[in-house]
């Protein structure tokens, strides 16, 4: 079983849509939880960072994490076609070594 | 603020020669260093880290190695190429444990092809 599971997509979408980006997990000491885009031949952008449970927002994006279901979101509202990008999901459980998932594809159509 | 660089960008090799792959950071002390590869369409696999000056920890076994020789420095490096080490090949780096948060930023990645 992979440390980090995320489901690869492609993701479409229509410009102005809410987009869900989910993540799940197998190992219970994670506690710092990161979404990062990755546009084409670019490297990963950290876009957001939570830590434990809980919600954070950053103007259009939320990232929730539930530590009791082993589940981490990344919510985009008012998507836009600058939006599409690989998203990749990553956690680490403190000791400098971090584990991503496989990444999900978003394209958000004009 | 930090910034972390690598070159090349962009890097055509045949099989059987050698590589070599530089990464610096600035902005910042003794930190974290992480080289990753990201085959086509695939999520990271770590390859390397170091958490100090000539202290290596290799992942994955294969044909490739690492050396830090300064304290922001970070090399990757292969005797021979395999047509597998075809990728995009990306660094990070992360403040040492203990840190007040624990994330990873990542330079803008070297993509290398070989023939």
């Known amino acids: 079983q992979k440390e980090v599971e995320q489901d690869p997509g492609p993701l479409s979408v229509p410009e102005g849509a809410i987009v869900s980006l989910n993540c799940t997990y197998s190992?219970?000491?994670?506690?710092?939880f990161m979404w990062y885009r990755q546009y084409s031949r670019k490297g990963p952008e950290l876009l957001m960072y939570?830590?434990?449970?809980g919600n954070k927002e950053d103007g259009r994006f939320t990232a929730q994490v539930d530590k009791s279901s082993k589940y981490i979101s990344l919510f985009i509202r008012d998507s836009q076609p600058s939006d599409s990008a690989t998203y990749l999901c990553a956690m680490s459980g403190g000791f400098n070594k971090f584990y991503f998932g496989s990444g999900t594809k978003l394209n958000v159509k004009p | 603020s930090q910034t972390i660089h690598q070159w090349p960008a962009t890097l055509v090799q045949p099989v059987g020669s050698p590589l070599s792959l530089e990464c610096t950071v600035e902005?910042?002390?003794?930190?974290?260093l992480y080289w990753y590869r990201q085959a086509a369409g695939r999520g990271l696999q770590l390859l390397f880290y170091?958490?100090?000056?000539?202290?290596i920890s290799s992942e994955v076994p294969q044909n490739l190695s690492a050396s830090r020789p300064q304290d922001r420095q970070f090399i990757l490096s292969s005797k021979k190429l395999l047509l597998s080490d075809s990728g995009f090949y990306l660094c990070?780096?992360?403040?040492?444990?203990?840190?007040?948060?624990?994330?990873?930023?990542f330079g803008p990645g070297t993509r290398l092809t070989v023939l």
């Open positions: 990070a780096w992360s403040d040492q444990a203990g840190g007040p948060i624990d994330t990873q930023y």
């Open positions: 170091s958490v100090g000056i000539g202290q």
């Open positions: 190992n219970s000491a994670f506690q710092y």
């Open positions: 902005g910042t002390s003794n930190p974290n």
């Open positions: 939570t830590y434990s449970s």
